[in-house]
């Protein structure tokens, strides 16, 4: 496990249930990794403000344009 394969594997959690060997690898990795740890603490976090961006564009974006 290197840290791409780790930062992937946190993000695809976001996603899907890891398997229990991908959970354990994920950890193993954390566990020596400070950049990985804190990317997987941020993820939660910065999947909420692209989604909340994602829906903002749309409903800004209407009331924009239907505002005469
Ligand atoms: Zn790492």
Not at 11 to 40: N, Y
Request: glycine share 8%.
């Amino acid at each position: 496990m290197n840290c791409v394969q780790a930062t992937r594997l946190l993000s695809e959690a976001m996603d899907r249930p890891l398997t229990w060997q991908e959970q354990a690898r994920l950890k193993v990795h954390l566990a020596i990794c400070t950049g990985c740890r804190q990317f997987g603490q941020q993820m939660p976090v910065l999947r909420r403000i692209s989604r909340l961006y994602a829906e903002g564009e749309g409903s800004e974006a209407g009331a924009g344009t239907k505002h005469e």
